[in-house]
């Protein structure tokens, strides 16, 4: 399920008005935590260095232009929550992905026709920066008419008028186009099959990798599809943890089409009922984020592509961008909560998934997330209500620590506190949550110990309203 931003930015052309409030090299087998025994850390005594988090996202280096490869990751870009962006908004996003290990943006378009403006931004930006970072379409057919002929030709021309541009996406020769929906659509046709092959094949070389909310089994009667995106299988859609078994099922019935799995570090929505009647969360507990990437990573062999759930859906609480552009009026569990600290953890894992070795550590690093109170707590103040599925998930701080060298860490909240002497690596941590604190990390090594303490990074257990949100936090590049 997804909350199309495309509604409000439908809105606008409605009426003037409606306000913009859119949308060291390893093996690659999975490393596992070391724990060592706590007397293995000699007791000596130690340099205290403080870090404070900046509150700045991070600064967008240019990449340098990367190689061809068979693995590509891409980030969704929802262009309906970039009324107000300018051609240099677009080439910060996009140095910025680039930067992060991301290969293209998917730009989720909709029916408003100042999107085309935007795109057309987002390709001159790409073109600009002159680097191998590309673009491709993904239709939002969630709200895009797709019931004509005519509704047909209009999405070939937007096709065709990126075709030719030297930053769209082309694989195996053919331009790439994607989708959010269309299993329902016609095109006039008798049949969804017909009417997307007539659309995307007839007359054009395209490379057609859709995410149609359909039985996988059906996905033989497409003789216009060259692969299928499994846009839901980057949360678990129950109580569980996160498991490859959905995966599996596109790939068998792709019968050796391309598969693309998606990625998403969390997932939590709170819109009442008079607007779009939608609250709810998806279980993104025990780091999914990394464990996402790692089962990719150790089944990369049949997965070609893989696509980050999103660069900016504000309103579904899985952006990993900047909080920039127009919010589908989701500020009130937004604001404040950026999640440009999983970036770097991102480009660690897609360098993994596309070489098939995970990348030297060459600095210590610690990356935090939280909800900032406890998921059964009775808000004083919201109308909404708490959001449908908020057992799923338990009150903990979520930590990996990226260490050149073994290290005593520790995690720490008001009364809670957890130290462990690990190996070098990436360590997966947690650590209780229980009363009102603020968190802090502490690596010792050398009797040099290294504290990172998030600014607003509160757990508070008393709160006024429902966010459900994530805090995230990454301890700075030195």
Same mark, same amino acid.
């Given at each position: 399920?997804?909350?199309?931003?495309?509604?409000?930015?439908?809105?606008?052309?409605?009426?003037?008005?409606?306000?913009?409030?859119?949308?060291?090299?390893?093996?690659? $087998?999975?490393?596992?935590?070391?724990?060592?025994?706590?007397?293995?850390?000699?007791?000596?005594?130690?340099?205290?260095?403080?870090?404070?988090?900046?509150?700045?996202?991070?600064?967008?280096?240019?990449?340098?232009?990367?190689?061809?490869?068979?693995?590509?990751?891409?980030?969704?870009?929802?262009?309906?929550?970039? *009324?107000?962006?300018?051609?240099?908004?677009?080439?910060?996003?996009?140095?910025?992905?680039?930067?992060? +290990? *991301? /290969?293209?943006?998917?730009?989720?378009? +909709?029916?408003?026709?100042?999107?085309?403006?935007?795109?057309?931004?987002?390709?001159?930006?790409?073109?600009?920066?002159?680097?191998?970072?590309?673009?491709?379409?993904?239709? /939002?057919?969630?709200?895009?008419?797709?019931?004509?002929?005519?509704? !047909?030709?209009?999405?070939?021309?937007? *096709?065709?008028?990126?075709? %030719?541009?030297?930053?769209?996406?082309?694989?195996?020769?053919?331009?790439?186009?994607?989708?959010?929906?269309?299993?329902?659509?016609?095109?006039?046709?008798?049949?969804?099959?017909?009417?997307?092959?007539?659309?995307?094949?007839?007359?054009?070389?395209?490379?057609?990798?859709?995410?149609?909310?359909?039985?996988?089994?059906?996905?033989? %009667?497409?003789?216009?599809?060259? +692969?299928?995106?499994?846009?839901?299988?980057?949360?678990?859609?129950?109580?569980?943890?996160?498991?490859? =078994?959905?995966?599996?099922?596109?790939?068998?019935?792709?019968?050796?089409?391309?598969?693309?799995?998606?990625? %998403?570090?969390?997932? @939590?929505?709170?819109?009442?009922?008079?607007?779009?009647?939608?609250?709810?969360?998806?279980?993104?507990?025990?780091?999914?984020?990394?464990?996402?990437?790692?089962?990719?990573?150790? #089944?990369?062999?049949?997965?070609?592509?893989?696509?980050?759930?999103?660069?900016?859906?504000?309103?579904?609480?899985?952006?990993?961008?900047?909080?920039?552009?127009?919010?589908?009026?989701?500020?009130?569990?937004?604001? =404040?909560?950026?999640?440009?600290?999983?970036? /770097?953890?991102?480009?660690? #894992?897609?360098s993994a998934f596309k070489t098939g070795y995970y990348p030297a550590i060459?600095?210590?690093?610690?990356?935090?997330?939280?909800?900032?109170?406890?998921?059964?707590?009775?808000?004083?103040?919201?109308?909404?209500?708490?959001?449908?599925?908020?057992?799923?998930?338990?009150?903990?701080?979520?930590?990996?620590?990226?260490?050149?060298?073994?290290?005593?860490?520790?995690? %720490?909240? +008001?009364?809670?506190? $957890?130290?462990?002497?690990?190996?070098?690596?990436?360590?997966?941590?947690?650590?209780?949550?229980?009363?009102?604190?603020?968190? !802090?990390?502490?690596?010792?090594?050398?009797?040099?110990?290294?504290? @990172?303490?998030?600014?607003?990074?509160?757990?508070?257990?008393?709160?006024?309203? #429902?966010?459900?949100?994530?805090?995230?936090?990454?301890?700075?590049?030195?």
């Amino acid at each position: 399920m997804r909350l199309s931003p495309f509604i409000w930015a439908t809105l606008l052309q409605l009426g003037s008005g409606v306000q913009a409030a859119a949308v060291e090299r390893h093996d690659i $087998s999975t490393i596992q935590a070391v724990l060592l025994p706590p007397e293995a850390a000699a007791l000596q005594p130690v340099i205290d260095i403080n870090i404070v988090a900046s509150t700045n996202p991070p600064t967008a280096a240019l990449a340098a232009p990367q190689a061809a490869s068979t693995k590509l990751v891409f980030a969704h870009h929802i262009v309906g929550n970039t *009324i107000n962006y300018t051609q240099e908004s677009w080439a910060y996003d996009i140095a910025l992905a680039s930067s992060k +290990g *991301i /290969d293209a943006f998917a730009l989720n378009i +909709g029916p408003a026709g100042w999107e085309q403006g935007q795109v057309d931004n987002a390709f001159a930006a790409a073109q600009s920066l002159n680097t191998n970072f590309k673009l491709f379409l993904s239709f /939002d057919m969630s709200v895009i008419p797709c019931t004509s002929a005519s509704d !047909s030709s209009v999405t070939q021309q937007v *096709i065709l008028n990126y075709a %030719s541009h030297p930053n769209q996406l082309v694989y195996d020769g053919k331009v790439f186009v994607s989708t959010f929906a269309g299993e329902a659509c016609t095109f006039g046709t008798p049949s969804s099959q017909q009417g997307w092959y007539n659309t995307v094949k007839n007359g054009l070389n395209t490379y057609f990798v859709p995410s149609f909310f359909v039985d996988p089994a059906t996905f033989k %009667s497409y003789a216009a599809l060259d +692969g299928a995106f499994g846009w839901n299988s980057g949360w678990p859609m129950d109580d569980t943890d996160i498991t490859f =078994g959905p995966d599996q099922l596109y790939i068998s019935d792709l019968s050796g089409r391309s598969y693309m799995a998606a990625v %998403s570090p969390w997932f @939590f929505t709170h819109y009442g009922v008079d607007t779009y009647n939608k609250n709810m969360i998806y279980r993104a507990d025990d780091w999914l984020l990394a464990k996402r990437w790692e089962e990719l990573i150790a #089944y990369r062999d049949v997965v070609d592509f893989v696509e980050i759930n999103t660069w900016n859906d504000f309103g579904e609480s899985h952006y990993v961008g900047p909080i920039e552009g127009m919010q589908p009026n989701s500020q009130a569990w937004v604001n =404040g909560f950026e999640h440009t600290g999983w970036l /770097d953890l991102i480009a660690y #894992y897609a360098s993994a998934f596309k070489t098939g070795y995970y990348p030297a550590i060459t600095q210590d690093r610690t990356f935090l997330w939280a909800r900032l109170f406890p998921a059964a707590a009775v808000a004083t103040n919201d109308p909404v209500g708490k959001p449908t599925n908020w057992e799923w998930t338990e009150d903990y701080l979520w930590a990996i620590v990226q260490l050149t060298a073994p290290a005593t860490v520790t995690l %720490s909240c +008001g009364p809670n506190s $957890s130290t462990r002497y690990v190996a070098a690596g990436t360590i997966k941590l947690k650590l209780p949550l229980t009363t009102d604190c603020a968190v !802090s990390s502490t690596i010792t090594r050398d009797s040099v110990r290294t504290t @990172f303490t998030p600014q607003g990074m509160i757990f508070n257990t008393a709160p006024e309203t #429902y966010n459900f949100n994530a805090f995230v936090a990454a301890s700075p590049m030195v």
